[in-house]
């Protein structure tokens, strides 16, 4: 791991906002790419999962979706009930940024693909019971777009385009079909 990226790590924990939310995008611009340090962190990221302070739950979350393509060992297999449990956090501004992160492991493999499109489908068809659904289904639904738009798989597109169309309330079900305009 490079000096600057270490540093950003670092740079997490300070009590300064800004030093924080720097460090934050330089780690989320690293990881657009395959990266050869994602072991390095991981342990702690997934330790993070749990922590008390929901911040490092949430980022803990999007980087290890961000660093699923640079996991040759498959640890996101295995680990990736854990990231899933923070899409339900119970700060909502937690749970949703995790949610939004999601479909990134799609990115890292076949497996992991399958795994990502079959719990997004699981909670889109499940989530009405629970508190904002309709964010919840929208977030799935651009989760699901945004995978496409990567790998460009019809299948996806059609799993979304037939959870669009269980949506019963029309007002929602145009909103989630308006994000597969254009394709």
């Known amino acids: 791991m490079d000096s600057t990226v270490q540093a950003s790590f670092e740079n997490l924990l300070s009590q300064d906002k800004d030093l924080q939310y720097e460090a934050y995008n330089h780690i989320l611009a690293s990881t657009n790419e395959e990266v050869d340090w994602a072991y390095d962190v991981w342990d702690q990221l997934k330790l993070d999962l749990t922590h008390s302070d929901n911040h490092r739950r949430s980022r803990a979350a999007q980087f290890l979706c961000s660093l699923a393509k640079s996991d040759p060992e498959k640890r996101m297999l295995e680990d990736f009930p854990l990231v899933w449990e923070v899409t339900k956090d119970k700060k909502f501004v937690t749970a949703r ?83 597969w305009k254009n394709t």
Do not use: P
Not at 123 to 128: D, E, I, K, P, T
């Open 97 to 179: 940024h995790s949610l939004q992160s999601i479909w990134k492991i799609g990115l890292a493999g076949t497996e992991q693909k399958e795994m990502v499109i079959r719990s997004f489908v699981y909670r889109y068809l499940n989530c009405v019971h629970e508190k904002n659904y309709t964010l919840i289904r929208f977030d799935i639904i651009q989760g699901l777009r945004n995978l496409f738009n990567e790998i460009k798989d019809e299948e996806i597109k059609q799993i979304a385009l037939d959870l669009v169309e269980k949506e019963e309330d029309a007002k929602y079900q145009k909103k989630y079909a308006a994000v």
